[in-house]
């Protein structure tokens, strides 16, 4: 059974960082796309940040330059590096694996970013 598991998310004061981590099992995880996605109340969910197979990245332009996404193949999890968080960056985070038609989710991981 496929899992993503995301940890690392908290309360935190604006200014702060966080680190975010998803472990996955029962995917060849270095066959997949990876990403993160973030949903705040009564908005829809937005990607933040995605990682290929090669390590290109891709961020949304409203945390370039914060946020840094990498994938640790060898442990089969991908990380979410997070600086200078904003209140605006509050949202529940999620985990996102892609390979061709398959798609995989967590359950997602809550940060709350106090002014």
């Known amino acids: 059974q496929v899992e993503l598991v995301e940890s690392g998310g908290g309360l935190v004061q604006s200014g702060g960082s966080l680190r975010l981590s998803c472990a996955a099992s029962a995917i060849t995880f270095n066959r997949y796309s990876m990403g993160w996605y973030r949903q705040a109340p009564g908005k829809q969910r937005e990607l933040v940040a995605s990682?290929?197979?090669?390590?290109?990245?891709n961020y949304a332009d409203s945390v370039k330059g914060r946020f840094t996404i990498s994938r640790e193949n060898a442990k089969r999890t991908v990380y979410l590096q997070m600086n200078s968080l904003r209140p605006e960056d509050t949202a529940v985070y999620y985990c996102?694996?892609?390979?061709?038609?398959?798609?995989?989710w967590g359950q997602g991981t809550q940060v709350t970013v106090s002014s």
């Open positions: 990682i290929n197979t090669g390590g290109g990245t």
């Open positions: 996102n694996a892609v390979y061709s038609l398959l798609t995989y």
